[in-house]
DNA sequence: TGAATAATTGAACAATTGTTCATATATTCA
DNA sequence: TGAATATATGAACAATTGTTCAATTATTCA
């Protein structure tokens, strides 16, 4: 690791070499950063239930409220959310605006989610 | 949808068989909720760093504290978290304890993640 | 135009979260 | 045994988050 950087315990020492090696091999801070930022909109079970319904078919703002008996106002703040993570996307019909994914990993995110919860 | 809940728009009576049969589709409460509780596990940099350093190579508290330059306790309590979402597992070597992943889905997941934020 | 409807937005609030600090536990070894 | 080391833990704190409420915007249609 880097000569900047304190050893905290014998095992820095020993280890050294493997450290080293991970070091050398993980993505860019930016990376994890923004790999972190994507699970934490995943992270909420309002969210979750917004994009499996998504994922079934498109719908609009008050047709998702109703089907998970929440406000209107709630299920906006969290489209939005959505939207800036380039999850979902939204076309409008008049004063109606129907949402839908716009992602085809979605699935497959939560298919693998779902395996290991299921172990 | 339920007649015991209340229909907030127009939308909720003309899209009804659409609702009806989303709401038929999607898995339960109980798993949705699962669900997010693993991927708010995964929406972290702290413990997104700590699982791709441990897919590299099994490590010690104080190694991954030295690689993340990070304090011993930050790194053990999410390690703590880790756990409890079976995500890693360790094993005691005398006073040091190695950790490792416990799962086949973490680099899927990740790989799902990394395409998305790559698009 | 003006009333009604669908959606968005901003402020406020409680609830949750991640780190720090101090302390406790477990193990080694002199 | 007692000092040193590696890890774990609990309390406290600031920071972030999700919902609610009230108000605003955009659209339709009578």
């Given at each position: 690791?880097?000569?900047?950087?304190?050893?905290?315990?014998?095992?820095?020492v020993?280890?050294?070499?493997?450290?080293?090696?991970?070091?050398?091999?993980?993505?860019?801070?930016?990376?994890?950063?923004?790999?972190?930022?994507?699970?934490?909109?995943?992270?909420?079970?309002?969210?979750?239930k917004?994009?499996?319904?998504?994922?079934?078919?498109?719908?609009?703002?008050?047709?998702?409220?109703?089907?998970?008996?929440?406000?209107?106002?709630?299920?906006?703040?969290?489209?939005?959310?959505?939207?800036?993570?380039?999850?979902?996307?939204?076309?409008?019909?008049?004063?109606?605006?129907?949402?839908?994914?716009?992602?085809?990993?979605?699935?497959?995110?939560?298919?693998?989610?779902?395996?290991?919860?299921?172990?």
């Amino acid at each position: 690791m880097d000569r900047t950087e304190v050893d905290r315990c014998d095992c820095n020492v020993i280890h050294k070499d493997i450290v080293d090696a991970v070091k050398g091999k993980m993505p860019s801070e930016e990376n994890l950063y923004d790999l972190a930022e994507l699970f934490k909109v995943f992270g909420d079970s309002t969210r979750i239930k917004i994009l499996w319904a998504l994922a079934e078919s498109e719908m609009c703002v008050c047709d998702i409220a109703a089907l998970l008996n929440m406000t209107q106002s709630a299920i906006s703040h969290q489209l939005r959310v959505l939207k800036q993570a380039r999850l979902v996307k939204n076309r409008k019909e008049g004063k109606v605006v129907y949402y839908s994914l716009d992602d085809d990993h979605v699935k497959q995110i939560f298919s693998q989610g779902l395996s290991h919860i299921s172990e």
